[in-house]
RNA sequence: GCGGGCGUAGCUCAGUGGAUAGAGCAGCGGUCUUCUAAACCGUUGGUCGGGCGUUCGAGUCGCCCCGCCCGCGCCA
């Protein structure tokens, strides 16, 4: 689709080339910084060398031939030493962009790039039986983000919820409850209770790991005729004798090895714990505004797994050891060797997610399968993609991992059952809404109560939600509620509040009967007013950029960069009290078109836009 | 040891080869009888971790160091 900004490098493009100085191939346009009074600008450095003439002189000979064609978007083209800047027509401009949002309304900044494909979006994947906490909102929230960003470039989305709902994590879940009894409770309570059980029981794995540990000290000491080990000789058998016996992680895999075989009381009790989780879960993602194509977890592939390690190893990219164990040699240089099957048969994540893998090429025929999982799993999916591929699978298909970084509690410290220092996303959320409603209460004392509440949630949650979208992912982050919750500057609510001003505006005009549709865009030519419509017409560039780098915040740059061209507009131009009716006009349709612009960019990060605040 | 990531203002971060490196928070000083003060204005604050190189041009690309985080076959 071409939009406004897009004419505008086509025709500078087009200018420069008419010049006939400089190959096609030698123009580049970039943009230029914010303290260049440009919006394009052609540095002459390479082509100037080609055509064997200085920078300057080349800038000043191009402009020299350049004709501006009637209609066209550029205002002005200068030679500002050694680049060309070209400046937009404020007019144009203006007339283009209000169009272009009062026709396309809640699809303005969409594209048709996608038209045809389908991508597949797997994120959140939270454990079942486990209750959610902060480590799960970034997967959450950027996959949904990167749904609503790909949705919008025409790509047809499926988002599936890849539940943690398999291996030997249940294996220690149901031995737990066989030895301890099963929670009673609702669902949240339950899944509080079976955390609790899980860590209890995951205490008892650790204990006998440190005995194994001491045993094999002992066992080595004793074959270096140690003196103090062969004095405790006896002492050191019955240790080992101990340490032989089957423990609690032994039985934990040996469940899961029940369940993938289809133990009735396994399977009972398993399902039990993924009916729980759904239920418990959708409450989280109701106020977060996250919804899902697919629910297919890890157990969904179960059927498909004995036939894949067969088919590896027919393949020739694994083999059986002399345990058992089905081992993937480095498939790449420096790419570390991995199972696909225990010793004892039970399978593998990496062998889930190849199933995965191999069935959605299957039932989807997507372009790209996006991952959005924590960077410390960089290594399985570089393994994971690397096996797919030596299998033959997901030739045509771009697989993406799309990394964030760990949560640490405020000392640095990773959140943990055992620390006690773990977050729950409900809390989170109730935290969130409880400061917005106070400010709320205070802000806007008149308004109802049920709108209040409505208007806190919109907040607090747009706020947390933010705080997840605003940078770039990759860096660990450090649990600051003040931040997290933060309503003031680059935050959501600042953005929310700018909108809700536009509304506000808006709303008054209409009590004033004041008609906004036909007024003039071409007569807005305030820095204030051009600088928030060149706002608006960045939009559909950032959701490009914002697609290709897998980057939500690309979208929130935007979102608060034109909600701050607002202030500044609504600073120096009023509206109702606007100079002429003309203007009035003519500023309400940029208002609207505004509000508008801001409320397509937040519904891309999947934040609420309250009409009033 | 090998692999991955990060290092920009006191703090949290933008800056994807171009012109004088930008925001927010915190600090200091101002602005509500005027379309919502969740706002606005002013101000303080930088050896871009260090070095060498490539280039007309490097915070950005390459190499080497330093620091921090993460990962590396029977967990996910």
């Known amino acids: 689709m071409e939009y406004a900004l897009d004419r505008f490098v086509r025709e500078a493009h087009a200018v420069v080339a008419s010049a006939n100085l400089v190959d096609e191939h030698l123009i580049e346009l970039v943009t230029p910084k914010p303290n260049i009074p440009a919006d394009l600008a052609f540095p002459t450095f390479r082509a100037a060398k080609e055509v064997g003439i200085a920078p300057p002189q080349l800038a000043q000979r191009i402009v020299e031939k350049a004709q501006i064609p009637a209609g066209s978007l550029i205002g002005s083209v200068v030679a500002t030493g050694p680049f060309v800047n070209f400046s937009l027509s404020a007019p144009g401009l203006a007339a283009a962009v209000l169009d272009e949002v009062e026709r396309l309304g809640e699809r303005y900044g969409s594209d048709d790039q996608g038209t045809g494909k389908t991508i597949v979006i797997d994120y959140s994947s939270p454990n079942v039986a486990k209750t959610m906490h902060v480590g799960h909102i970034r997967s959450t929230i950027i996959g949904q983000s990167l749904y609503h960003i790909f949705n919008f470039l025409g790509y047809h989305v499926i988002g599936d919820n890849h539940l943690g709902d398999w291996g030997k994590q249940f294996g220690m879940n149901i031995a737990a409850i066989v030895r301890w009894g099963k ?93 729980l989780t759904i239920k418990a879960n959708q409450r989280n993602y109701d106020r977060l505004g996250v919804r899902f194509d697919y629910v297919l977890g890890e157990s969904f592939y179960a059927p498909m797994l004995d036939a894949l390690i067969e088919e590896a190893i027919e393949k020739g990219v694994a083999y059986r050891d002399e345990d058992g164990a089905v081992v993937v040699d480095e498939l790449a240089p420096g790419l570390p ?122 907040v607090g949650i747009g706020a947390v939600i933010y705080n997840d979208l605003y940078q770039d992912p990759r860096r660990d982050i450090r649990l600051d509620w003040e931040r997290m919750l933060a309503i003031e500057g680059n935050s959501a609510p600042y953005i929310q509040y700018m909108h809700a001003r536009c509304c506000s505006i808006l709303r008054k005009a209409a009590e004033e009967g004041v008609v906004a549709r036909h007024g003039d865009a071409t007569i807005l030519t305030h820095p204030s007013e051009t600088a928030v419509i060149k706002q608006l017409a960045k939009l559909p560039g950032a959701v490009r950029e914002a697609g290709e780098r897998y980057a939500p915040f690309v979208i929130a740059e935007w979102c608060y960069e034109t909600a701050r061209a607002l202030s500044a507009f609504y600073r120096d131009c009023s509206v109702l009290r606007a100079e002429t009716p003309a203007l009035r006009a003519a500023r309400l349709r940029l208002v609207a078109a505004t509000a508008q612009g801001l409320r397509n960019g937040l519904a891309l990060l999947g934040i609420k836009a309250p009409e009033r605040m």
């Open 337 to 458: 060797t991995f199972l696909l099957q225990r010793s004892d048969s039970g399978t593998l994540y990496h062998t889930r997610d190849l199933a995965c893998i191999v069935y959605r090429e299957r039932e989807f025929r997507p372009v790209k399968i996006i991952y959005v999982v924590d960077t410390r799993q960089e290594l399985h999916f570089r393994q994971l993609f690397a096996l797919a591929r030596a299998m033959g699978y997901a030739r045509d298909i771009e697989l993406i991992h799309v990394k964030f970084g760990t949560i640490f509690d405020q000392q640095g410290r990773p959140l943990s059952t055992r620390a006690g220092n773990i977050v729950y996303l409900a809390d989170l959320l109730d935290e969130a809404h409880a400061r917005a409603r106070a400010v709320v209460d205070q802000a806007s004392p008149d308004l109802s109560d049920e709108e209040k509440e409505a208007i806190a949630e919109a």
């Open 183 to 275: 929670p009673e409770g609702d669902d949240e309570d339950a899944i509080a209770a079976l955390d609790k059980l899980y860590a209890r029981y995951s205490a008892l794995v650790k204990e006998d790991e440190a005995l194994r540990a001491e045993a094999a000290r002992w066992a080595k000491r004793l074959e270096q005729n140690d003196p103090e080990a062969l004095a405790k000789r006896e002492w050191i058998a019955e240790l080992q004798a101990r340490a032989a016996q089957p423990n609690h992680d032994d039985e934990a895999r040996a469940w899961s090895l029940k369940l993938e075989q289809g133990d009735p009381l396994a399977r009972e009790l398993w399902q039990w714990m993924v009916d």
